[in-house]
């Protein structure tokens, strides 16, 4: 068995590996949500571009619940605080996550133009929502949250809602839904073929540069914010104690990480090359390819954020010690040992089954196939 330390940095690696398989798989879903009003000009087109993703969305959604979950059991005291601190932002993706099943399930029960319609913009906000707030929160996590903990460890927030929607969370906020939507783009396009996969790859063309452009200015602009530093020696083994270190601020904190290994840099190389490449081979015909680098380039973003802020997780601006890092924020030595080893016998088997129906329902969806299948597609 691995011993404590160990454990605690192999499941800051796997929440990781988590939150990448959900904006890789639930992102391309939610990507093609976002995508849906405008690169179906018809009702038929429209049709086209739901039943890409309508035979799988509900199961990639066990990437969000999963990555909740593991949360949830492994990083406790960061579940309890950003749920409490984050709680009206956290309401506003679930209420916006309940467009996509009625969404999918009710949109086609009735031929009459409007409610279509209106059931295409509540998939849009199933797919564009989500995105945004959860790239407004890890904006927010850069500059700290107004969070502290008490004599018993009891979290209370001390901000507001609206005091998550700063010009730097939201520029976080923009890259993340365009990293989104190019994730669904490349998707799209390789599912799609004619007028739809042109609209689309024009879509996704312009995604990838927002997420680009918005990217590269967030890296700059986070240089001239104060980040956090442990100014205290921490013993990574030690049985969890938030308030057990010393923490200060300082300018280019958040830096540290890339100086002191530089081979970190190839990661936010890769979001911003992985971007570029799908454009790339979208306009070239290889989308399957396109794919594979926007999940690149996916896994490059979320990796660099992971690595700035390592080793904390859930900074606090008004009380510095009480700042949540990899060490001092877990369960138990025998929790995370037992969820090791459950997640390693489960998380293969999900890989297989989702490849397994991908491939089994493979191939272009075109609009003979809905008008063939009117009654029983999307």
């Given amino acids: 068995m691995f011993d404590y330390e ?157 005091a998550l929607l700063n010009p730097f969370a939201l520029l976080a906020g923009v890259v993340s839904s365009a990293m989104i939507t190019l994730q669904g783009a490349t998707y799209l396009a390789h599912r799609t073929e004619g007028m739809v996969q042109a609209r689309t790859i024009k879509a996704g063309t312009g995604a990838a540069l927002v997420m680009v452009l918005g990217f590269i200015a967030a890296g700059v602009w986070l240089q001239s914010i104060d980040g956090y530093r442990m100014a205290s020696v921490v013993n990574p083994a030690a049985l969890p104690d938030p308030l057990a270190k010393t923490v200060v601020r300082e300018a280019g904190a958040w830096m540290a990480n890339y100086a002191a290994l530089p081979a970190l840099w190839l990661l936010p190389v890769l979001g911003v090359l992985g971007a570029l490449s799908a454009v790339g081979l979208m306009r070239a015909g290889r989308t399957l390819s396109a794919f594979v680098a926007s999940s690149l380039a996916t896994t490059g973003v979320i990796g660099t954020a992971g690595v700035s802020l390592f080793p904390f997780v859930m900074p606090s601006s008004t009380q510095l010690q009480a700042s949540l890092t990899v060490w001092d924020s877990v369960s138990s030595h025998l929790t995370l040992a037992i969820m090791f080893w459950a997640t390693l016998i489960f998380m293969p088997l999900i890989v297989l089954y989702t490849s397994w129906a991908y491939r089994v329902m493979r191939g272009k969806v075109t609009a003979a196939y809905i008008r063939e299948n009117e009654h029983g597609a999307y």
């Fill in 6 to 162: 160990t454990l605690k940095l192999v499941w800051w690696l796997l929440v990781g590996v988590l939150l990448v398989g959900f904006a890789v798989m639930d992102g391309h879903d939610m990507g093609v949500g976002t995508l849906l009003p405008f690169v179906g000009r018809n009702d038929v087109e429209r049709r086209v571009v739901i039943n890409t993703v309508g035979p799988h969305w509900d199961g990639n959604q066990v990437w969000f619940i999963t990555g909740g979950g593991a949360i949830f059991a492994a990083w406790p005291l960061v579940y309890a605080t950003a749920f409490s601190g984050f709680y009206w932002a956290m309401l506003a993706v679930l209420w916006a996550l309940f467009f996509r099943p009625v969404g999918f399930d009710y949109r086609s029960k009735i031929h009459h133009a409007t409610w279509r319609s209106t059931w295409d913009w509540g998939l849009f906000v199933g797919g564009f929502v989500p995105p945004v707030i959860f790239g407004v929160a890890f904006g927010n996590l850069f500059q700290g949250v107004p969070f502290q903990f008490d004599a018993f460890l009891v979290p209370t927030y001390t901000g507001s809602f609206w």
